[in-house]
């Protein structure tokens, strides 16, 4: 790639260069919601009995088991399941204690994926957030919560991206610095024949 010299990042000089820069991509994606909902949550642990419900949040979620068959306009469909992991505390007498659980649940859409004769491997990735409302051990290894929770699936994959820049950052001297003589810390100057 042919690059000008003295790409030393002044806007004054216009694009100068052209980076490649890895970065992941989002191809497609959507969101599921559901308000006021109660879910059955299963506990890695034993909670005692008598213990009592103080809250619930999310930790992560991921898409599992999931099958992509050929859809319409561009799209595929997509099926698997949601197993959405939780943080559960609970209170045993005067002692608050934390054990995880999980929430699994089939889901199933329409996204575009990469082009048929791609080669780049992509992913399906689940965000969850839950605002839980209130909750209630239900017994040894199973919680329940209710509330309103988000679920955004997204098709990603790690790609090349080239991008016209005004060079690399220069950054001003911290304020009460005392260290002189090193100021740029990108290598600048550079020249590429090719493109």
């Not at 992941?24 to 909670?47: M, P, Q």
């Not at 213990?51 to 997509?78: K, L």
């Not at 002692?95 to 659980?101: D, K, Q, R």
């Not at 950052?169 to 610095?177: A, D, L, N, Q, V």
Request: net charge negative; aromatic share 8%; proline share 5%.
């Amino acid at each position: 790639m042919a690059v000008k010299a003295g790409c030393d990042g002044n806007f004054t000089d216009g694009l100068c260069c052209r980076m490649v820069i890895e970065t992941k991509r989002v191809f497609d994606g959507c969101a599921f919601t559901d308000d006021n909902i109660t879910l059955t949550l299963t506990t890695d642990a034993a909670i005692p009995q008598g213990a009592e419900f103080v809250a619930a949040r999310i930790t992560g979620a991921e898409f599992v088991d999931y099958i992509v068959s050929p859809g319409t306009d561009g799209c595929c469909r997509v099926s698997g399941d949601i197993v959405t992991r939780f943080a559960v505390t609970y209170r045993q007498g005067d002692t608050l204690v934390s054990v995880s659980a999980s929430y699994r649940e089939h889901k199933e859409t329409l996204l575009h994926l990469p082009c048929g004769n791609s080669y780049i491997p992509y992913a399906i990735e689940v965000n969850a957030v839950m605002e839980v409302g209130s909750g209630a051990v239900i017994g040894p290894n199973a919680v329940s919560v209710f509330g309103c929770i988000l679920q955004i699936i997204k098709v990603t994959a790690r790609v090349d991206v080239l991008v016209p820049t005004y060079g690399y950052c220069k950054y001003p001297p911290c304020t009460g610095s005392v260290c002189p003589g090193i100021y740029d810390i990108f290598p600048v100057g550079r020249e590429s024949n090719s493109d």
